[in-house]
């Protein structure tokens, strides 16, 4: 019976302690779950611009209102890589507004060569937006190698205009 007894004494030690393993392992596993949690919220300080900056748009594919699809089709496809290449409005315009008011951005350099097309509407909104950046007396330089329709209205738009020697 003193046998049985150790036996079950050893069994029942050898759990406690394993017990004890998986609740350490917990806990430290919630611990790095948590920092890196923390760490991605918290973000840190964003990279600097320097004192004088150019800002590139480069819009690729077809200007859109709103993309096409939902997010999950969106994901997918970007990830099997049969992405249909997409820019919105808003974000063009939002970017030559932000830059006419800040004082770091001297220039903008739009590169329209995977520029697609666009909407009239559209283009004349990105237009509009253009012609208010150049207002505050900043200029807007456009180049591309191959300019659609679209690219070459909004590319007459700017300052300067440059397109390589063989672009079409």
Do not use: C
């Not at 918290?42 to 590139?56: C, D, E, I």
């Not at 509009?128 to 007459?156: H, M, T, W």
């Amino acid at each position: 019976m003193s046998d049985r007894n150790i036996f079950v004494r050893l069994i029942s030690a050898l759990w406690r302690g394993a017990n004890g393993v998986r609740k350490v392992l917990h806990l430290l596993l919630l611990l790095v779950v948590f920092a890196v949690f923390f760490g991605a919220i918290s973000g840190g300080t964003p990279p600097l611009l320097p004192q004088k900056a150019a800002l590139v748009i480069q819009p690729s594919g077809v200007l859109v209102e709103q993309l096409a699809g939902n997010p999950y089709d969106r994901a997918v496809a970007e990830l099997l890589g049969e992405v249909q290449t997409q820019t919105l409005v808003q974000d063009v315009v939002d970017a030559l507004e932000y830059a006419r008011n800040d004082d770091r951005i001297t220039a903008v350099h739009l590169e329209l060569s995977a520029l697609g097309g666009g909407g009239l509407n559209k283009l004349r909104r990105v237009a509009e937006a253009i012609n208010d950046f150049r207002e505050s007396g900043k200029p807007v330089i456009a180049s591309a190698d191959i300019f659609v329709q679209a690219g070459y209205y909004l590319a007459a738009h700017s300052d300067e205009l440059y397109m390589h020697p063989e672009g079409v």
